[in-house]
T-cell receptor, first 113, second 117 residues
Framework: SQQGEEDPQALSIQEGENATMNCSYK?????LQWYRQNSGRGLVHLIL?????REKHSGRLRVTLDTSKKSSSLLITASRAADTASYFC?????????????FGKGITLSVRP | GAVVSQHPSRVICKSGTSVKIECRSL??????MFWYRQFPKKSLMLMAT?????????EQGVEKDKFLINHASLTLSTLTVTSAHPEDSSFYIC?????????????FGDGTRLSIL
């Protein structure tokens, strides 16, 4: 069943602008992860934020997590045309061997050169 | 970083054919592998979780006799779509995790596009 819901579903911005994508979920989580998918390819892991963390950075990426609102945001700063892809949030609800991800529907990001 | 190889990348075959897809972890041991199905412009749907040396755990609504999963070693899991029909056409993606604990990312293969004529 669908857990994460990303917002917006599609985003088009100019190169150099920042892109903000949001994700909401419904249940308690162990961690939340963001992935990127280029058309026709597999997913690439971007960043993982644990339930006891509030913010995390990786290069041009900044992820926040608000467990009280059950939401997360992914910010890509100084976007590039190469950032054009689909972005998915995924929640990990269980620990240990039973851990598995539930993906949102994804956000299509288009960065215009 | 961790690399997962999925093969083949594309299959086109006639209805009734069985198709095997391989997923290999190249530089780490994957105690758990996952098989997903993705429809065009849609999210990933988890089909089954594959644990090395044991039977796969299938998600609700996924036919285990239709989608046979084997995870015989710590670096290889296979998905066989038996007697495939046009409705089985889809993008199938595998992923692997390099240990059983939580708070670890999954590493994905590049997917297999299956087209049944």
């Amino acid at each position: 069943s669908q857990q994460g819901e990303e917002d917006p579903q599609a985003l088009s911005i100019q190169e150099g602008e920042n892109a903000t994508m949001n994700c909401s979920y419904k249940t308690s989580i162990n961690n939340l992860q963001w992935y990127r998918q280029n058309s026709g390819r597999g997913l690439v892991h971007l960043i993982l934020i644990r339930s006891n963390e509030r913010e995390k950075h990786s290069g041009r990426l900044r992820v926040t997590l608000d467990t009280s609102k059950k939401s997360s945001s992914l910010l890509i700063t100084a976007s590039r045309a190469a950032d054009t892809a689909s972005y998915f949030c995924a929640t990990d609800e269980l620990t240990g061997a039973n851990s598995k991800l539930t993906f949102g529907k994804g956000i299509t990001l288009s960065v215009r050169p | 970083g961790a690399v997962v190889s999925q093969h083949p990348s594309r299959v086109i075959c006639k209805s009734g054919t069985s198709v095997k897809i391989e997923c290999r972890s190249l530089d780490f041991q994957a105690t758990t592998m996952f098989w997903y199905r993705q429809f065009p412009k849609k999210s990933l749907m988890l089909m089954a979780t594959s644990n090395e040396g044991s039977k796969a755990t299938y998600e609700q609504g996924v036919e285990k006799d239709k989608f046979l999963i084997n995870h015989a070693s710590l670096t290889l899991s296979t998905l066989t779509v038996t007697s495939a029909h046009p409705e089985d056409s889809s993008f199938y993606i595998c992923s692997a995790r390099d240990w059983q604990g939580g708070n670890q990312p999954q590493h994905f293969g590049d997917g297999t596009r299956l087209s049944i004529l």
